[in-house]
T-cell receptor, first 116, second 109 residues
């Protein structure tokens, strides 16, 4: 499809396990963002990749969280030693250059993570 | 202090009503401002940009007050289909967009 694709759509895991969430951005989009949204809460910024620049990791809540973007395209968000408070919907978005002006991020449908 | 603050609501209004949402932001270096809409259990989507001079898109009017670091969204003649959560978004060039927690609107017949 032409949109942002995320997998898995749902993930249930046990506390202490590692999880990997994948994001396939829209082809040609240079920027990629990860946010998370807990029940009834707004979007919490996690990490931002822009082209070949160093990623902005300022939103990552702890060193258990990491993300990489390979070849300027697909991104993987890894959560190590998951905790119950990590339960949330993890949303990936991509955008073309000039997003500061247009403000248009294209979001995937999210990966719903439940940590038991 | 949160970077972007919104009244969470919910705002419950009848069809045809006019409703206004407010948002304040803390970073005076913010340069771009937007409103997003998020339907229940769906991903957010851009509703409109917010310009310094104020701007309209049909029934929707957005305004920005840089001195007060305040953004507003006015919806006239509310429709049932306007029921959603409205997210205030601010941005500095070269950084990620920062979202408020959103204001929930419920329009009833």
């Amino acid at each position: 499809g032409a949109g942002v694709s995320q997998s898995p759509s749902n993930k249930v895991t046990e506390k202490g396990k590692d999880v990997e969430l994948r994001c396939d951005p829209i082809s040609g989009h240079t920027a990629l963002y990860w946010y998370r949204q807990s029940l009834g809460q707004g979007l919490e910024f996690l990490i931002y990749f822009q082209g070949n620049s160093a990623p902005d990791k300022s939103g990552l809540p702890s060193d258990r969280f990491s993300a990489e973007r390979t070849g300027g395209s697909v991104s993987t968000l890894t959560i190590q030693r998951t905790q119950q408070e990590d339960s949330a919907v993890y949303l990936c978005a991509s955008s073309s250059p000039g997003t500061s002006i247009t403000g248009e991020l294209f979001f995937g449908e999210g990966s719903r993570l439940t940590v038991l | 202090r949160k970077e972007v603050e919104q009244d969470p609501g919910p705002f419950n209004v009848p069809e045809g009503a006019t409703v206004a949402f407010n948002c304040t932001y803390s970073n005076s270096a913010s340069q771009s401002f937007f409103w997003y809409r998020q339907d229940c259990r769906k991903e957010p989507k851009l509703l409109m940009s917010v310009y310094s001079s104020g701007n309209e898109d049909g029934r929707f009017t957005a305004q920005l007050n840089r001195a007060s670091q305040y953004i507003s969204l006015l919806i006239r003649d509310s429709k049932l289909s306007d029921s959603a959560t409205y997210l205030c978004v601010v941005n500095q060039a070269g950084t990620a967009l920062i979202f408020g927690k959103g204001t929930t609107l419920s329009v009833s017949s």
